[in-house]
């Protein structure tokens, strides 16, 4: 079986700050390394977009535009999780947070939906103003 759990989330104030955690589990993730793995948002009313993304080692990352600098995506191969540093929060930044593994990339970080083979059930970001 293969899962990913996303954790984390809340309500917080505008300029306040969230971790967001992605554990994933099943023998497909046995090899956590050989997945590259993303994180997407997706507000009410619009698309999924994607926020961020790492590769297996982690040594390659990549931001959309609208977080670059608040947010730190890392990950600790040892326990088959990722993570989301959010500092300096807006409330566009409001929505539901999904992390995502890519089956077909370890060290290349894409950036579009269809890329990923894996998603969590997200977690709920708030930011009030």
């Known amino acids: 079986q293969v899962q990913l759990v996303e954790s984390g989330g809340g309500l917080v104030q505008a300029g306040g700050s969230l971790r967001l955690s992605c554990a994933a589990s099943?023998?497909?993730?046995?090899?956590?390394?050989?997945?590259?793995m993303g994180w997407f948002r997706q507000a009410p009313g619009k698309e999924r977009e994607f926020v961020t993304a790492?590769?297996?080692?982690?040594?390659?990352?990549g931001y959309a535009d609208s977080v670059k600098g608040r947010f730190t995506i890392s990950r600790d191969n040892a326990k088959k999780t990722m993570y989301l540093e959010m500092n300096s929060l807006k409330p566009e930044d409001t929505a539901v947070y999904y992390c995502?593994?890519?089956?077909?990339?370890?060290?290349?970080?894409?950036?579009?939906?269809?890329?990923?083979?894996?998603w969590g059930q997200g977690t709920q970001v708030t930011v009030s103003s």
């Open positions: 995502a593994a890519d089956r077909s990339s370890s060290q290349v970080p894409r950036r579009g939906t269809n890329d990923y083979d894996y």
């Open positions: 099943g023998r497909t993730f046995s090899i956590f390394r050989s997945y590259a």
């Open positions: 790492i590769s297996g080692t982690g040594g390659i990352t």
